[in-house]
């Protein structure tokens, strides 16, 4: 039932629409009776009682009939349609605004295939099922009904007698339904495995034809499409078992008119019209009994895609604002980490961090690989939540702060480069969609990117593909620091910004950010001396804890970490063998 309320909050507000589609129904199957019933009429008055006058007159009332009918039929679908398709809209919006709300650790946890199959495949499964499966549902009852009481108005008893098949239906229809139901949610499933894999796929194509993987991956899709295969044969089995007995008990209903209607008229309990009557409505009454087990599969690839909708819609982020949350009117950038620690599926990233940044200084953050850098500066924006200790925005803990108003002054230019399928003036912009020109342009000159964008063949027009293809990993990165320039942001954080370009354009880039850095509090994340080597502080990250601090002279006289890198970094060592 839970499926069947959260879909009816959405239909609801078609409630006009559902009623008129209603009506037009009722009389779509009203005049479903027309055919059959002047069929026999024509029998009994034109050809037994030889009135030749009335055939013109019986005529003209079966084909008005049609005509009605036909209208009816017209108007239901195209109202129908309408209102499935803005059900459909309706959904799907809020699906997608849900998904934005969600968190980091959501998506760290689902796979995007699985995302991708609930709002387009589960969805198109659900609005079939209300503009196919349930609009029939109510069309065939309503049929059922008239049929039922021009029947039992002719002969109540011969009408009891075709009915005696109908428990053996439902009885089979619900065995099968049964038996089918675990093996339609395991399809379901395995139909998402399988969009993840070809997702996948195309995200990494070109790791994958870079290790010459082709093979591995045929192999890997060859194996869910299997289980696929596998999965919809089992089903299909069942479906094939009781297909046939249920069509056969439909069958039998034409055998008890054929048998018991010629009786009844050969004894002259029936007229030949009335017999005519019979085995038109027998028609009509066997549609929906020879759907039972068309609807029984409908009805389950309904609750199975439903289910996964509303789990969906019912997940909720972790990271949610305090009811009293703060929304300061101006941030001056000092940030503080008090004894912070992180874990993350069980693994503790960070350990007790201690950090206190001043508004305006310009922090360096390094370490192996692995570390915890880019983890410590997502707790800054609030990614995710650190599991002990605190961590400040000017005095306030970031918990207390509004989301998007301590997202609006913090700036990143994040290691994994992220570009959109639009135009480069677009990707820039997209954080302050309503910049100028001319703004834009200043941000990519501070980033190192305008003169190559100029170089391209639409300038700042350009499309680029998606995830940047058709520019270089350096020009990624660069058209994404230009993107983070121009917010203009109280807090600047930069992940590794220049890994993909040379040490020329890395040191024009630093000295185009000069004037940027001065009065923003600003983290650089680097494997580079060169990046980080001019900032106030340099806090160096091993295994999770902060190893080393201090500015590039006091850790040089360490003879630490630091040390180490610089020396390898400048060719004085080849190894990092000094470092614990």
Request: charged share 20%; glycine share 8%.
């Amino acid at each position: 039932m839970r499926i069947f309320k959260f879909f009816w909050k959405y239909l609801k507000k078609y409630r006009l629409f559902l009623v008129i589609i209603l009506l037009f129904m009722l009389i779509n199957a009203l005049f479903g009776l027309v055919t059959p019933y002047l069929s026999g009429v024509i029998v009994d008055e034109v050809i037994v009682n030889k009135k030749k006058d009335l055939l013109l007159k019986l005529i003209i009332l079966l084909l008005s009939g049609v005509l009605v009918k036909s209208v009816a039929r017209y108007f239901s679908l195209m109202l129908i349609e309408k209102t499935t398709q803005n059900f459909l809209f309706d959904v799907r919006n809020d699906m997608y605004s849900r998904m934005q709300k969600m968190d980091f650790s959501y998506f760290d946890r689902t796979k995007t295939g699985n995302i991708m199959t609930r709002i387009t495949g589960d969805l198109q499964v659900v609005r079939n099922f209300i503009a196919g499966s349930a609009t029939t549902v109510f069309e065939s009852l309503f049929s059922f009904v008239f049929v039922m009481i021009l029947m039992i108005r002719m002969n109540f008893l011969f009408t009891i007698l075709l009915l005696a098949v109908t428990p053996f239906i439902g009885y089979f229809t619900f065995s099968m339904t049964k038996k089918t139901r675990n093996l339609r949610f395991e399809w379901h499933e395995q139909i998402t495995r399988l969009n993840s894999v070809v997702q996948e796929n195309i995200s990494g194509n070109r790791v994958v034809k870079a290790f010459c993987n082709e093979d591995f991956e045929i192999e890997k899709f060859s194996k869910e499409n299997e289980g696929y295969k596998d999965h919809h044969g089992e089903w299909v089995k069942v479906w094939k078992k009781y297909l046939p007995l249920i069509n056969f008990l439909g069958g039998m209903m034409t055998v008890v008119i054929i048998l018991v209607g010629g009786i009844l008229v050969i004894k002259g309990k029936l007229s030949y019209g009335e017999l005519v009557i019979y085995t038109g409505l027998t028609g009509t009454l066997s549609v929906p009994i020879n759907m039972a087990n068309w609807l029984s599969d409908q009805v389950q690839r309904f609750f199975t895609s439903g289910e996964k909708i509303i789990e969906l819609m019912n997940a909720e982020p972790r990271i949610v604002d305090d009811e009293n949350c703060i929304v300061p009117e101006k941030y001056s950038g000092e940030v503080e980490f008090r004894d912070v620690s992180f874990s993350y599926n069980g693994e503790r990233v960070l350990k007790e961090i201690n950090m206190h940044v001043k508004p305006g200084q310009t922090i360096g953050i390094m370490g192996p690989t692995g570390s915890g850098k880019s983890t410590l500066v997502s707790l800054i924006c609030r990614f995710y939540d650190c599991n002990e200790g605190k961590i400040l925005i000017d005095g306030l803990n970031v918990k207390q702060l509004q989301k998007k108003s301590l997202r609006s002054n913090v700036a990143i230019a994040m290691q994994d480069t992220f570009l959109f399928s639009d135009t480069i003036e677009g990707n820039i912009a997209y954080g302050v969609p309503n910049a100028d020109i001319e703004d834009i342009q200043h941000a990519a000159a501070a980033a190192g990117a305008h003169n190559f964008i100029l170089e391209l063949s639409d300038g700042y027009d350009t499309i680029v593909g998606e995830r940047g293809v058709g520019l270089s990993g350096g020009q990624r990165q660069r058209v994404s620091l230009a993107r983070a320039l121009l917010k203009n942001a109280t807090i600047m954080i930069f992940d590794d910004i220049t890994s993909s370009v040379d040490i020329e354009t890395e040191q024009m880039i630093q000295e185009s950010l000069k004037s940027v850095y001065s009065g923003k509090t600003t983290f650089i994340i680097s494997h580079r001396i060169s990046s980080v080597r001019k900032a106030d502080v340099i806090f160096v990250l091993d295994k999770g804890r902060i190893i080393e601090k201090g500015t590039h002279e006091e850790l040089m006289k360490n003879k630490g970490y630091y040390h180490s890198v610089f020396m390898i970094q400048s060719g004085k060592n080849k190894t990092l063998s000094e470092v614990g």
